[in-house]
């Protein structure tokens, strides 16, 4: 994807739409317009954006430090601690 400024770097945030859906919207790097959003992946196939567990899917860390995804579930923001839970439940 490039912007219109002709930059090709993108940064990604997931935003949670009332419906309840996570989306992902993708913004310019450089000059920060908004380009779209995508679906968001699965709670599995979701990768960590900070910490520990930077770029680390859920499910590796489910398995790895179940410990650490509770703690995400208990403390992470709204979008990313109701997938900790989800995969908890499953
Ligand atoms: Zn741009």
């Known amino acids: 994807m490039i912007c219109k400024c002709g930059n090709k770097e993108t940064v990604t945030l997931e935003q949670a ?4 859906t996570i ?3 993708i913004e310019c790097k450089s000059c920060k317009s ?3 959003y995508q679906p968001s992946v699965s709670d599995e196939d979701f990768a960590m954006p900070y910490g520990e567990y930077k770029d680390y899917l859920l499910n590796y860390i489910v398995k790895k430090d179940p410990d650490y995804l509770k703690f995400l579930a208990r403390t992470a923001k709204k979008g990313i601690a109701d997938r ?5 439940n499953n």
């Open 34 to 36: 908004f380009l779209g």
């Open 23 to 25: 989306h992902i919207r």
């Open 17 to 20: 739409f009332k419906n309840g």
């Open 84 to 88: 900790c839970k989800r995969i908890l």
